[in-house]
């Protein structure tokens, strides 16, 4: 049996979070970012993204982070200060094993207790995994950019899924 915890991101978590991000970054086209994210890097995007008062979210399986979930502001405009892109990735070694879910649902809880309005996710396509945990957690389709990402040698396609929060309609 294993035991499994979702917590806050603290500094000490960077370098677990660049691993299991930069092995996207190498492998994958789920991240359009090209060079690997060096520890001292990631701490900082980690300590910006809480100083802006939203979530960052690890999970951990018997005391291993197998993942992360956070939320950055959509743009910077100050009409968009309610709308959040958010991001969610685990160690390529966890995916399918539910962790992602719950994670992601309690990064949703998170924004929604704070106000936030409009959440926006960015899926490079195709990821069916993706796509599914979107719709899953209430996301829907609003559209997609054909080939905006060149990565691996080919153009990739963008999708985005959205979910408007209920209850904060007023500003």
């Known amino acids: 049996m294993t035991s499994t915890s979702i917590r806050d991101a603290v500094p000490g978590d960077a370098e677990a979070i660049a691993s299991i991000y930069n092995a996207y970054v190498r492998d994958s086209t789920a991240t359009f970012e090209l060079e690997p994210v060096a520890t001292a890097a990631m701490q ?31 743009k910077a405009r100050a009409a968009y200060a309610r709308s959040v892109e958010t991001s969610i990735y685990l160690a390529m070694d966890a995916t399918g094993r539910g ?68 209850g904060t309609r007023d500003a």
Do not use: M
Not at 54 to 61: G, I, N
Not at 130 to 142: D, I, R, T
């Open 44 to 74: 900082a995007r980690i300590a910006d993204v809480q100083a802006r008062g939203l979530p960052w979210l690890v999970v951990e399986c018997d005391g291993e982070l197998l993942g992360y979930a956070y939320a950055t502001p959509w």
């Open 99 to 166: 962790l992602g879910r719950p994670l992601y649902a309690q990064l949703v809880e998170r924004l929604h207790a704070a106000g936030l309005h409009a959440l926006i996710g960015g899926i490079t396509l195709p990821n069916p995994a993706s796509v599914a945990l979107h719709e899953a957690l209430g996301f829907v389709h609003v559209g997609s950019f054909r080939e905006v990402g060149f990565k691996q040698g080919r153009w990739i396609d963008v999708g985005y899924w959205q979910r408007v929060l209920p």
